[in-house]
């Protein structure tokens, strides 16, 4: 358990909206970014939210000219009817991303299956958030993309040369569980939000986690340079795969992303969003004259069952975390990330919040 101060998603909202707002962005572009902060806070995810999606736009977005507020998507003209192909022209990367999950959805329901991939992105953040609205409404769902620096170092290397290239996979399941399943994870043993999170929380790190500048293992937040990759070969070989699709994309080398980029090559991230309609995939031959539904209940029945009931889904710290927001009537903060707030507050002129005002969760 852990206490945690209570901010309603009104006065949070109002100060990301704000924050977007001063830093040029659009009326639309920082209400997305804002409606994508509010997401991850209500579901817990302390290392993707408003804090650190402002933190990586001053630090490669638009205050370092890695993000362009305003900038308009292009479609590129491709022959395939179910697939799309963007060039983001640099836009906020949430901004993109839900709309690249609307239109996937879109292209699921008539074709079956849709795909966009986004060429000259800005990094979106959390990608289960994405993933798990669209198994909300229905359909399976993935997302990948390229990170905004070269922060892993591949198995057996001593140079980052990877990016944390996170997946994420969202699945309809909210009829049979009351909430999706949404597998999502960085591949590498922790995010460096992660890292920046434990600095700030003054926590140690887990093994194997991170190196410092000399490629020694430490736990140290203060400490850690680079990141491993989880599961060693295993993690590295999904980080290995977003670039490979990225380098299919259009994307360049991974060491360039978020440095000084030399003439003639590109320092960009990508995406790659696909959307399945559970009716393209389905036999109808399910045992017993089940219905698809109720097969996908018997399923998870069976593997959450011989002695496996106090089994975690992924996505069920997430659920359970929104439910705990919902209870308190507002997000979840804690000291450390209250001030890192008003740090945002100061910067766009907006009140500030007084932790000693707000209420408290126990959580």
Known sequence: ???????????????????????????????????????????????????????????????????????EIK???????????????????????FRAMERCMQLADQYGIGQVSVDNAFHYLWGGGYVMEAAQKGYIAYTNC?????????????????????????????????????????????????????????????????????????TDPDQAKWLIPFGKHKGYGLALYNEVISALIGGSLPTLRGQSVPTGEKGSCTFYFQVIHPDAIGSGLFAKGRSQVENLKA??????????????????????????SAKANGLLFTTAEIEALNEIARECGQPELNAASLAVCEA
Not at 40 to 67: M, Q
Request: glycine share 10%.
């Open 1 to 71: 358990m852990a206490s945690y101060h209570v901010v309603p998603a009104a006065r949070h909202n109002a100060l990301i909206n704000a924050a977007y707002l001063h830093r040029g962005y659009l009326a639309d572009e920082a209400q997305e970014a804002t409606r994508f902060c509010e997401m991850a806070s209500r579901h817990g995810i302390h290392t993707h939210n408003g804090i650190k999606a402002l933190h990586l736009d001053h630090s490669f977005g638009s205050l370092a000219g890695g993000c362009k507020p305003g900038a």
């Open 75 to 97: 479609v590129i003209n491709k022959p395939f009817a179910a697939s799309e192909v963007w060039d983001a022209q640099l836009k906020l990367g949430q901004a993109v991303a």
């Open 146 to 218: 390229t990170s905004t620096l070269a922060e892993v170092v591949p198995f057996g290397g001593k140079f980052p040369t990877l990016g944390t290239n996170p997946h994420s996979w969202g699945l309809p399941t909210t009829e049979a569980l009351g909430y999706p399943i949404v597998i999502d994870w960085a591949t590498s043993t922790v995010a460096m939000g992660r890292v920046q999170q434990f600095r700030r929380e003054g926590k140690q790190l887990p093994p194997d986690a991170a190196v410092d500048e000399h490629g020694q293992p430490t």
């Open 299 to 324: 399923v998870l029945a069976d593997v959450f069952a011989h002695g496996n009931e106090g089994a975690t889904l992924p996505g069920q710290i997430e659920a359970q975390a929104a439910a705990v």
